[in-house]
């Protein structure tokens, strides 16, 4: 069973920076698409960037590229969301999810297992 902690989140004003970790355990392969997803109140769950364990590859939704960088720490088993240049619409509750698939997907359905979430607030 794969299990997903997502940490790093908080309130910053609207310029600043974050970075997201989420740290995985219960692998059995180092083969998983590794995605981060937000949701603000009232809104559908939003990919914004995924990453293939094995080899580094990503994708990044429109809306979040040249301010969003996704990379990996494969000794820790923990993917980070570095986020800059925050904009007050990017306030939102931020998952980590997990798939066993080489395909990077940035819909919520494709993933099987979730972290709890990470309160992300920006204000103007």
């Known amino acids: 069973q794969v299990q997903l902690v997502e940490s790093g989140g908080g309130s910053v004003q609207a310029g600043g920076s974050l970075t997201l970790s989420c740290a995985a355990s219960?692998?059995?392969?180092?083969?998983?698409?590794m995605g981060w997803f937000r949701q603000a109140t009232g809104k559908e769950r939003e990919g914004v960037a995924a990453?293939?364990?094995?080899?580094?590859?990503?994708y990044y939704a429109d809306s979040v590229k040249g301010r969003f960088t996704i990379t990996q720490d494969d000794a820790k088993n923990t993917v980070y969301l570095q986020m800059n240049s925050l904009k007050p619409e990017y306030s939102a509750m931020y998952y980590c999810?997990?798939?066993?698939?080489?395909?990077?997907?940035?819909?919520?359905?494709?993933?099987?297992?979730w972290g709890q979430g990470t309160q992300v607030t920006v204000s103007s």
């Open positions: 990453i293939y364990t094995s080899g580094g590859s990503t």
């Open positions: 999810a997990a798939r066993p698939s080489y395909r990077l997907g940035l819909k919520a359905a494709g993933y099987k297992w």
């Open positions: 219960g692998y059995t392969a180092n083969h998983y698409c």
